[in-house]
Each structure stands twice: as structure tokens, then as C-alpha cells.
């Protein structure tokens, strides 16, 4: 039979296993897996929905960064010797439902290219506070293997998020400013056909 103090030097000796911070950074960590794997089915609709070269190159290469980071998050839960399993994210599930009914609700050009930037930088300030606060638990935890995988998808949330602001300032937002409601961007091109057959 244990004695409490035995009992007491166990809980202190694998102290990180059974704390409360330990269990908290597991279910975010499964919680922001959750959320990269759907944001890797979201971003191709995005792309596919985008008309500036710019929104879309850089779509496509925070999707192909994404698929990097999940495997980076597989290698956060290896280090703590944890199988990599995902739970339900409400909160992005929610983001990504919010990107597809803007998507519906906007015309095509200027006007949804702007909305897809406001939808794409909603989710990267979810996913920077997310991981600033799972560097953080590392960190607190001494876990640093992990903590620096987190730091290295931190700073590319970081980046992504710099670089739709970079490509709204630039020309999307004044574009979509300037379009009237209803305003299709084919229509230029049917005027052009139709003087053409005069």
C-alpha cells in the first residue's frame, strides 16, 4: 500500500502528464489539427472563387504551407508522445462557413475577391492566437521541441495574413469600391460583342 508522500512524489515526477495546462494544450493542439485539415478542403474553393493572379497565387501557396504545418502538428504531438487526433474546431468550422456564404452572396471580380481576403484573414487571426497560445503552454510546460514547431507555424500564419493585406491595399479594395451592386463582370465583355456584331 502507497503511502501519501510516495503518492505524492509520483504526481510531482510525471507532474507534466497529469497537469491541467498539459491536458489543455492536448485538446487545443487537436483542436487547431482539426481546423488545418479543413482549412486544406476550404482553400481550393477559394482559389477556384478568386479572380486577382495575386489572391490566388497566394492562396495556393498557403495551401501547399498548410499541408507543411499539419505535418508540423504531427510532429508536435510526436514529441509529447501523443498519437496526432483531431476534434472538431466550432470556431473554424464556423470561419469556413462564413468564407462559403460570402462566396455565394458576392459577384464575381473585385467585390468577392475582397471578401475572400476578409473571410482568409478572419481565419489567420484565429490560427495566430491559437498558436501563440499553444507556444506559450509549451514553453510553460518545457516542452521546447514543440514550442518551436509552434513558433515556425506562428510566423507563417503571421506572413499570410501580412500578405492578403498586402494584396487588398494594393488594388482589390479600391477595385470593389468602385463596382456598383449587381455589377457583373462580364458584362463589359457582352457590350464588346455586341458592338462588334453592329
Known sequence: MKTKSASKKSTAEYGIEESKLMKLFEDELKDIYWAEKALTKALPKMVKNATNEDLIMALENHLEETEGQIEKLEQVFESIGKKAQ???????????????EIMKETDKGAMRDAGIISAG?????YEIASYGTLRQF???LGLEDAAELLEEI??????????LTDIAE????????????GEEEEAPKKA???AKKK
Do not use: P, S
Open 86 to 100: 483531431a476534434k472538431k474546431c466550432e470556431a473554424m468550422a464556423g470561419l469556413v462557413k462564413e468564407a462559403e
Open 192 to 194: 464588346k460583342k455586341a
Open 170 to 181: 494594393a488594388n482589390i479594395n479600391m477595385q470593389a469600391a468602385e463596382e456598383e451592386e
Open 138 to 140: 509549451a514553453k510553460t
Open 154 to 163: 506562428l510566423d507563417e500564419e503571421k506572413a499570410a495574413d501580412q500578405k
Open 121 to 125: 484573414q478572419k481565419v489567420e487571426h
